[in-house]
């Protein structure tokens, strides 16, 4: 079976501009979360989306944004870039998406915004 | 607030030495933890969880250790490998409804042969 896979691998945008960058879970996995992890430093949770509902959020500016399709992949969407959005975007997913179940990572988007 | 930290950033062992790595967080109410690993250009690899009625569990080489008493936990991996070497994370689940995890900054595991 396939695992988490993401797209683009590596993405370079300007600041002010906007970016999509997109995940497909695991086949049966119905949950779907993104992580931030800058240079150094462990990830940091910005979203997770079950069976399209948005179930937690992190600390992050409303610039972020993401939604959850019908096959339950996932886009997260941020606005006007900034230098410190500069990062590797990381998505996960589980089955039901319930704390104790084992998430599972994909390679991560490197984005690098100049 | 919530916090999860690693003692080390970096933890250098040469091949089939048992390595140590530690962990220390501030939520006394936490009760669940997980350690990832984290090669080169990959996403972070489940390696092994605890719950706080635990206190230890062991896996295939690895072992978690918590404390609840000093809220530290601890992965003991035995006779290190070169495909060990990667960047180590804790992580807490906090006590809600959602996935969400928490991760420390990660230890640098260096294997030397």
């Known amino acids: 079976d396939a695992g988490v896979t993401q797209s683009p691998t590596h993405l370079i945008k300007t600041r002010g501009q906007h970016v999509t960058l997109r995940c497909s879970p695991i086949?049966?996995?119905?949950?779907v979360s993104w992580y931030q992890q800058v240079l150094g430093q462990g990830p940091q949770f910005i979203f997770q989306?079950?069976?399209?509902?948005?179930?937690g959020r992190g600390n992050f500016p409303d610039r972020f944004s993401a939604r959850q399709f019908p096959n339950y992949s996932s886009e997260l969407n941020v606005n006007a870039l900034l230098l410190g959005d500069s990062a590797l975007y990381l998505c996960?997913?589980?089955?039901?998406?319930?704390?104790?179940?084992?998430?599972?990572f994909g390679p991560g988007t490197r984005l690098l915004v100049l | 607030g919530e916090s999860v930290g690693l003692h080390l950033p970096t933890l250098s062992v040469q091949e089939g030495d048992n390595s140590i790595i530690n962990c220390a967080y501030s939520?006394?109410?936490?009760?669940?933890f997980i350690w990832y690993k984290q090669e080169s250009g990959k996403g972070p690899q489940f390696i092994i969880d605890?719950?706080?009625?635990?206190d230890k569990r062991q896996g295939q080489r690895v072992t978690v250790l918590l404390n609840k008493t000093v809220k530290h936990l601890s992965l003991q991996i035995a006779a290190t490998q070169p495909g060990d070497s990667a960047v180590y994370f804790c992580?807490?689940?906090?006590?809600?409804?959602?996935?969400?995890?928490?991760f420390g900054q990660g230890t640098t595991l260096q294997v030397k042969p």
């Open positions: 605890i719950r706080s009625n635990m």
């Open positions: 989306y079950y069976e399209k509902e948005e179930r």
């Open positions: 996960a997913s589980s089955q039901s998406g319930t704390r104790e179940e084992t998430q599972y």
């Open positions: 086949s049966g996995h119905k949950s």
């Open positions: 939520n006394s109410a936490s009760d669940y």
């Open positions: 992580a807490e689940s906090p006590s809600s409804n959602t996935g969400k995890l928490i």
